[in-house]
């Protein structure tokens, strides 16, 4: 079989909390421990040659978090922005956001937008970050924008394609995921890329995230390389 590296990736980050808690200590610790494999599973993509990595960082159900924990959430995205530029740079590696970005604390959003800018002509790879997003929220608004263009003439509901409605999506410039990951043992998608994932492999770890390794991303690829993607063909 063709050992294929897949093009994009996308992780369920999850399990930060109870990583920290068989420690005796406090969720946030485990974010902070978070960050270091976010660093590592950035560095293990890029050196496959996987082209498109999105990570969902925070979504829009985690605004339901303790405002501590969503503070310290945000804060440590704003530190852990400021001090990756010099190295996605470094690695040719390209920032974007999906979500509701203007939802985010002004701070967080002003270190995100000087991060996509700071990185905008790196073409390695794409580091895609899902911050306040959820896929009913990206598929809602998909869908008052299309009937906007309907109401004003621009589009002919008669037109609409499943591709019209991929274009209308905050994901719109970016391949569908053939690899979904999700660590801690969870299985479910917690309302990540459902659109997107509709063909995608899905690769489930009771590793915790922060003990998530490059040996755990390189065995995530093996496991989707043995695959047999049918498509609904035969
Ligand atoms: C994932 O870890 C990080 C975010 C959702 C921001 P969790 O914080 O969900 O950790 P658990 O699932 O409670 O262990
Ligand atoms: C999904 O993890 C969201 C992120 C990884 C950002 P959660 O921990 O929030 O999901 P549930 O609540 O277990 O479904
Ligand atoms: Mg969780």
């Known amino acids: 079989m063709e ?24 969720r946030v610790f ?16 890029a050196e496959v040659g996987v082209k498109y990595l999105t990570l969902y960082a925070f979504s829009t159900e985690n605004w339901g978090r303790p405002s501590f924990e969503v503070n310290a959430l945000m804060g440590l995205l704003v530190e852990t922005l400021k001090a990756e530029i010099a190295t996605l740079n470094k690695n040719n590696i390209r920032l974007k956001a999906i979500g509701d970005l203007t939802g985010l604390p002004p701070k967080t959003y002003k270190a995100l937008l000087q991060g996509m800018e700071d990185t905008a002509a790196n073409n390695h790879m794409t580091l895609v970050l899902a911050l306040n997003y959820s896929s009913r929220w990206d598929i809602t608004n998909a869908v008052r924008r299309i009937a906007e263009e309907c109401n004003s003439g621009a589009l002919d509901y008669s037109e609409i394609t499943a591709d019209t409605i991929s274009q209308y999506l905050s994901t719109a410039d970016i391949p569908d995921p053939e690899l979904v990951i999700r660590s801690s043992g969870e299985q479910r998608l917690s309302n990540f890329l ?4 509709a063909y995608s492999e899905f690769y489930f770890t009771p590793v915790y995230w922060p003990d998530f390794t490059k040996a755990h991303l390189h065995e995530a690829i093996a496991s989707f390389q043995n695959r047999d993607r049918r498509f609904g063909k035969v």
């Open 30 to 45: 485990g974010h902070r421990n978070g960050v270091k494999a976010v660093r590592e599973i950035t560095e293990a993509c």
């Open 3 to 26: 050992k294929k590296i897949p093009q994009h990736i996308s992780v369920i980050m999850d399990g930060n909390g109870r990583w920290a808690k068989e420690k005796g200590k406090a």
């Open 194 to 197: 459902l659109w997107e994932s």
